[in-house]
Nanobody
Framework: VQLQASGGGLVQAGGSLRLSCAASGRTFSNYGMGWFRQAPGKEREFVAAINVIGGTYYADSVKDRFTISRDNAKDTVNLQMNSLKPEDTGVYYC?????????????????WGQGTLVTVSS
């Protein structure tokens, strides 16, 4: 599956952004979907995932601030990010794969999209 992410940008702390990821090439509804991020000088880390029926998983650092959703009719997955903090700054990557609910991260990635940069200023 091919993934195209969009929606990054510059926002002040406390603000909101909405990332979107459009999928093509395979049956989108068969895949677990998710978002990872990579801050400068740090390793890529899990942010959020959603299974094929809408069950969601979040990193503790974004729980209650971020919401992941999917639209199987439009082959898209979204990440609504509220109450953004400077530490949320990084390149955000959309991912598709298999959900492993008992593992961490709960998404075993098969395909990566290109990143979209999110910068949160203090």
């Amino acid at each position: 599956v091919q993934l195209q992410a969009s929606g990054g940008g510059l926002v002040q702390a406390g603000g909101s952004l909405r990332l979107s990821c459009a999928a093509s090439g395979r049956t989108f509804s068969n895949y677990g979907m998710g978002w990872f991020r990579q801050a400068p000088g740090k390793e890529r880390e899990f942010v959020a995932a959603i299974n094929v029926i809408g069950g969601t998983y979040y990193a503790d650092s974004v729980k209650d601030r971020f919401t992941i959703s999917r639209d199987n009719a439009k082959d898209t997955v979204n990440l609504q990010m509220n109450s953004l903090k400077p530490e949320d700054t990084g390149v955000y990557y959309c991912a598709a794969g298999m959900i492993r609910a008992t593992m961490y991260p709960p998404l075993s990635v098969r395909s990566w999209g290109q990143g979209t940069l999110v910068t949160v200023s203090s």
